[in-house]
């Protein structure tokens, strides 16, 4: 499996920004798209974002027009771009990658993004 390396969470006030990084060696060598997920308190698992090697995206509709993602394949890294935060969007922010087997990743430990005042 991929081990994946997420970054970059904090306390951050509302309105504000911050920027997630997930790196995962072999993303780019074996062709791998990742996915951005997150985890509120007593809320299931969300998908929020994602992008091929193609660099296709998605964002859902959530977060849409806040956050973006983009990748540096040089580094095997995914970044998540989460501006305009809101206290709703505090949660455990998780990456995956998804493609071939090689592809094949568990869940890293997360990071965790808290918007509060």
């Known amino acids: 499996q991929i081990p994946l390396v997420e970054s970059g969470g904090g306390l951050v006030q509302p309105g504000g920004s911050l920027r997630l990084s997930c790196t995962a060696p072999g993303f780019t060598s074996n062709y791998c798209g990742m996915n951005w997920y997150r985890q509120a308190a007593g809320k299931p698992r969300e998908s929020i974002s994602g992008i091929t090697q193609g660099g296709y995206t998605v964002v859902a509709d959530s977060v849409k027009g806040r956050f973006a993602i983009s990748a540096d394949k040089a580094n095997d890294t995914v970044y998540l771009q989460m501006n305009s935060l809101k206290p709703e969007d505090t949660a455990m922010y998780f990456c995956?990658?998804?493609?071939?087997?090689?592809?094949?990743?568990?869940w890293g430990q997360g990071t965790q993004v808290t918007v509060s005042s």
């Open positions: 995956k990658t998804f493609g071939s087997g090689r592809c094949t990743s568990g």
